[in-house]
């Protein structure tokens, strides 16, 4: 039986999109959620989660080669799972790095990346060797869209770092648990950065090759894949802009600096 029009537009479009929103919703208020509670309770989540984590590469490994709607589906949904157990072993101070105090008043410039570079280390080595893992496993698959999604994601939140310690309008220090609010130290408010508008840019090409591909494998189930990445990286670029927005004027009086960095 030939699928109508409607139908392939709803695979290829529409259930990607609710799909994407729907998970990218509900693991972001996963992590906020556990960003309440106590640093016991999230490190002993983020154990119990082992498990899960090392099912996810199987089954990652397991649709390697699996280019139908069901193979993109899994392997993105993995993806996204993976980054989302590597984000909380961050949040729960397991894996951040060797600086975990408030930024010295005196650091500037160069000296002020590092610190920052600091409170994270940890964090970006064990995602970059992650990343390596997933590119070792999935070197000779057809399908790589897990290994795709974790290195967007990872792209879309460097991104993100580098706009709020430049400095923008909107910082969400009150998002961060206690043992993390020594990061905001790090954050700088103002209007925007002169690294906003090129980040936005290259966000959005990234967003908009990956529809045109979604729309040149049409109706191919492998579309399906390509829209999945093209929902996360459009919402990447929306988290961007919301930085800019004045949604959070306020910050603790500990976390406030300057609105002009100097060099």
Not at 126 to 155: F, H, K, P, S, Y
Not at 161 to 176: C, D, E, I, Q
Request: glycine residues 6%; proline residues 6%.
């Amino acid at each position: 039986m030939i699928p109508s029009p409607v139908d392939s537009w709803a695979q290829i479009y529409l259930y990607p999109l609710l799909v994407t929103m729907g998970l990218w919703s509900s693991l972001t208020l996963g992590l906020l959620w556990m960003n309440r509670r106590t640093l016991r309770q999230q490190r002993v989540v983020m154990l119990l989660l082992l498990a899960g984590v090392a099912l996810l590469h199987q089954q990652l490994w397991s649709v390697r080669n699996d280019l139908t709607a069901w193979g993109c589906y899994t392997s993105f949904i993995a993806g996204m799972l993976i980054w989302t157990w590597h984000e909380l072993a961050f949040y729960s101070g397991v894996l951040t790095g060797p600086w975990r105090k408030p930024c010295p008043p005196e650091a500037r410039g160069r000296q002020r990346f590092r610190y920052a570079l600091g409170t994270h280390l940890y964090h970006e080595i064990a995602i970059i060797l992650e990343m390596l893992l997933l590119g070792w496993m999935l070197r000779d698959a057809a399908n790589q869209l897990g290994l795709l999604t974790l290195v967007l994601g990872w792209a879309l939140m460097q991104s993100a770092k580098l706009n709020v310690l430049l400095g923008v309008r909107s910082l969400p220090v009150h998002w961060l648990p206690e043992h993390l609010r020594y990061l905001g130290s790090f954050w700088t408010q103002r209007p925007s950065n002169p690294f906003f508008l090129p980040s936005i840019l290259i966000s959005s090409l990234v967003a908009g090759l990956l529809w045109l591909q979604s729309a040149r494998l049409a109706p191919d189930p492998s579309a399906i894949g390509m829209t999945l990445l093209a929902v996360l990286a459009t919402l990447g670029v929306l988290d961007h802009w919301l930085l800019v927005l004045p949604l959070y004027n306020q910050q603790p009086a500990s976390t406030r600096r300057r609105d002009k960095v100097t060099g």
